[in-house]
């Protein structure tokens, strides 16, 4: 006779905020962190990072990553040197992507102390990175792969716990997790969302669609919202042939992963269909970016059926294609009076390369600047797009008169509508719905539509309280 196992929820992150994501699912005496976020974004979030972890890192069995962005992987290393010493499952495509990512990371929160004891700025001296490249290292020997669409058991007694990952079409390697235990009553399924994919993805596979689970944690991000459906190969014609018969230089800041591949993609594909002329140069000058294109490319299994075993060498790229490595390299590309392409990060203007080619583009109004992605409120990206005449970067006042372009239609999230639509797909309501990973606006939106559009009843996901599942 098979005996009830209790499961409990609880979120430590992404609850009434879109960033932390790390919840833990205790079931019997195992206990799940389903993945690992760092909070980012304004200050009073970032803050969050220092605090004590609400549960002894060494306690943890187990974390199970839905994929490998920051807000849900980046405070691993912290979790490892804290004591975690336990398998981190996750997909292959998420294996590789943290392998750039998390040392990416690393050093970032490096720079950040260096930065804070030249300039004294820190209350603390000297500042300490919150993780090193050593703890990352740590994190990184921790990373165990698992293949998808298979339940893998959690535990060796064979009590029934088990999980399985399932692809969600939101980055390369994003994964719905799903977790099986028994309840003495014929077994319960949790699935975790993860960030849902669109389906408008260019290069990645679309997410799967599930029929039934008896929870759900569903992400809310684009709750309230309906991103807009241009045709965006039709956007980017018509931008990129006007710079490039002013001969002016388009650049555009680049978020590394995910939509860097897709921009990249989109100009080869304008090539292929004869849109543009073949001989524009592009350049990609961000080194994280480069590499997280390598990982798209090796992972045929992901990507659309265009890509599998296709005639493009390299399948994704544009024919005039550079990488810039060096920082040398760097600083000669924004020296020179070439026009072309220029994709270089950060996305938001918050650092990175991007400023110096801002700096030597901007002044001059044959050139152009197109952002793809959201920009904070208070990033430089924000101003710019709102229409400042003059920005100040590296302590210099530059001059704007280079054109301030933006698309909204390349997000790598499920609005309001896909997220009704993959829910839609149900054949029978999960028993209970928990809202996560969005602002008070987009939760409260999103519980409204499942409730009148499903009958759905959800619960928004508040931080530190225990759901116990019955
Ligand atoms: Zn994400």
Redesign the pocket.
């Known amino acids: 006779m098979s005996c009830k196992t209790k499961a409990v929820l609880k979120f430590l992150g992404a609850a009434e905020t879109v960033t932390g994501s790390r919840t833990l699912f205790q079931v019997g005496s195992k206990k799940l962190l389903i993945d690992c976020g760092l909070f980012q974004g304004p200050k009073e979030f970032r803050i969050k990072n220092w605090d004590d972890f609400p549960m002894d890192p060494k306690e943890i069995d187990a974390v199970i990553l839905t994929?490998a962005?920051i807000?849900?992987s980046g405070y691993l290393p912290k979790l490892v040197r804290e004591g975690f010493h336990g398998p981190i499952y996750c997909s292959q495509g998420t294996a590789d992507l943290l392998e750039i990512m998390l040392m990416d990371s690393a050093h970032l929160q490096e720079e950040d102390a260096r930065f804070a004891n030249e300039t004294r700025h820190s209350k603390h001296f000297p500042a300490l990175p919150l993780y090193n490249s050593y703890d990352a290292v740590k994190a990184l020997e921790l990373l165990w792969p698992v293949p998808s669409d298979k339940w893998l058991p959690l535990d060796e007694e064979e009590s029934g716990t088990a999980f399985q990952l399932i692809r969600s079409g939101?980055?390369l390697g994003?994964r719905f997790v799903q977790i099986h235990w028994d309840d003495g009553n014929g077994g319960k399924v949790i699935t975790f969302s993860?960030?849902l994919g669109n389906g408008r993805s260019h290069i990645i596979k679309q997410p799967v669609s599930l029929k039934e689970s008896d929870y759900l944690v569903m992400e809310a991000t684009y709750g309230d919202r309906v991103q807009p459906k241009a045709d965006i190969l039709s956007v980017m014609e018509r931008i990129i042939n006007r710079v490039w018969s002013r001969q002016g230089v388009l650049v555009i800041p680049a978020f590394s992963v995910g939509r860097t591949q897709e921009i990249i993609w989109l100009i080869r594909q304008l090539e292929e269909e004869g849109r543009i002329p073949k001989d524009i140069p592009v350049w990609l000058d961000s080194p994280m970016a480069q590499n997280a294109t390598e990982v798209y490319m090796k992972h045929e299994e992901e990507l659309k059926e265009a890509f599998r075993g296709g005639e493009l060498q390299p399948p994704i790229c544009p024919q005039h294609y550079k990488t810039v490595s060096s920082a040398d390299e760097s600083m000669l590309l924004c020296m020179a009076d070439d026009p072309g392409i220029v994709i270089s990060a950060a996305g938001m203007l918050s650092g990175g390369r991007v400023l110096h080619h801002l700096k030597a583009r901007l002044p001059h109004e044959k050139n152009a600047v197109l952002f793809v992605g959201f920009q904070v409120e208070g990033t430089k990206g924000r101003l710019l797009k709102q229409g400042l005449s003059k920005i100040r970067i590296h302590h210099k006042e530059i001059d704007v008169e280079a054109e301030i372009l933006a698309v909204e239609s390349l997000s790598?999230?499920a609005d309001s509508d896909d997220i009704l639509r993959w829910c839609s797909e149900f054949e029978k309501a999960p028993q209970k719905v928990f809202l996560n990973h969005g602002e008070p606006g987009p939760l409260g939106a999103l519980q409204y539509r499942l409730k009148t559009e499903l009958d759905w009843e959800s619960e928004i996901a508040v931080e530190g309280v225990e759901y116990e599942l019955v």
């Open positions: 994929h962005h807000d849900h939101h980055i994003s993860g960030d790598a999230h």
